[in-house]
């Protein structure tokens, strides 16, 4: 349920409110805007079912929500959320684009693409050190040592970073390098991962499960959000089709879902999305005309030799000239780059 204030209602009035809620079970989420403040009630279904609100001095209405997510929804908190990571906004005016390789290899491959994406105006370094690969044999991250590159090699630029946490165990350890922690596509229904990022003072950007509904992907943020860390930044990176010629079909439907839906930011990665550098370009124009907050996109700087995801890899002028394509591109939708 959703209670409305009226634009007249004071203080004491929303206080009411809340004691209400609270001495009844339940949590009131507030959500303070220009003109109202909107009351998100969370908690025992049934205590919520037999609420009555409308009584109360200062209460506008009630509305019943029939969704199971709560507080990702748009109705929760009808203003986007910006995330601050330093001094960048994820969801403000700003795009944001994250860049780096697929997978953490050596300093050298490190520094070398963090020089090139920092250069082209990229805000993050992401790499993955710890890699959720298809196959057993195939090359599974460095991991801690591969956090410690990746660190050297952010801050060495002046960026920030993002990497793959794949076990709950290993949040505290990923914690101490990176500043947004990414879920990738085979966890976003890991629900005891979800349950302890929610006690993460880092930002989480959830990517969409390989064959997730939109539906499912928003009760996953919920699960992080309920847990405390309302943080959650979503990332559409292509669902599984019968199509074969791309490795997944980048589903750009769901920037429009998710603006509609839920208040939180989401970023498009056409990198997993098509599985095809040729088609990284066109894609991510296409995810900022949709209105994304920002892309994550691999960048190698000798894809031939990528020890995974090299065919979707971009070389570093390549990605340079996306990057001045994009620009202009952002000016059109009233955002910047
Ligand atoms: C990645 O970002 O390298 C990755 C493994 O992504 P996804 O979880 O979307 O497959
Ligand atoms: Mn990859």
């Known amino acids: 349920m959703i209670i409305v204030m009226k634009p007249t209602a004071t203080k004491d009035n929303l206080n009411n409110v809340v004691k209400k809620l609270e001495t009844l079970g339940l949590r009131a989420h507030l959500s303070e805007g220009e003109e109202v403040t909107i009351v998100g009630v969370i908690g025992d279904k049934k205590t919520i079912a037999n609420l009555e609100m409308n009584m109360m001095e200062g209460v506008e209405k009630t509305i019943r929500i029939t969704e199971k997510y709560k507080m990702v929804s748009r109705n929760f908190h009808p203003q986007n959320t910006i995330i601050n990571v330093g001094d960048i906004e994820i969801g403000g005016d700003e795009l944001v684009v994250m860049a780096g390789p697929c997978s953490v290899e050596s300093l050298d491959q490190l520094r070398e693409a963090a020089r090139a994406v920092k250069s082209a105006g990229a805000k993050f370094l992401r790499g993955g050190a710890f890699k959720p690969r298809t196959s057993p044999y195939d090359f599974q991250g460095l991991g801690e040592e591969g956090l410690k590159l990746l660190r050297q090699a952010a801050d060495e630029n002046d960026l920030k970073v993002i990497t793959e946490v794949v076990d709950k165990d290993d949040i505290a350890l990923i914690e101490n390098y990176s500043d947004v922690i990414q879920v990738g596509a085979r966890n976003m229904q890991n629900f005891q991962m979800l349950k302890a990022l929610g006690k993460s003072k880092k930002p989480v950007l959830l990517k969409r499960g390989l064959s997730a509904t939109i539906s499912e992907w ?57 599985g095809r550098w040729q088609m990284v370009k066109p894609m991510a124009r296409a995810a900022v005309a949709a209105g994304c907050d920002g892309l994550i996109i691999e960048v190698h700087p ?29 000016e059109i939708m009233g955002r910047k780059i």
Not at 307 to 315: A, H, T
Not at 323 to 329: N, Q, R, S, V, W
């Open 218 to 274: 928003l009760n996953a943020a919920e699960y992080i959000m309920t847990g405390g860390n309302e943080q959650v930044i979503f990332c559409e990176r292509g669902i599984r089709t019968f199509e074969t010629f791309t490795r997944n079909t980048l589903d750009l439907s769901a920037v429009a879902a998710i603006k509609e839906l839920s208040h939180l930011p989401i970023i498009v990665d056409p990198s997993h999305g098509t």
């Open 302 to 330: 000798n894809p031939e030799i990528a020890l995974s995801d090299g065919d979707q890899s971009l070389k570093p002028k390549n990605f340079a000239r996306l990057m001045e394509e994009l620009k202009a591109i952002a």
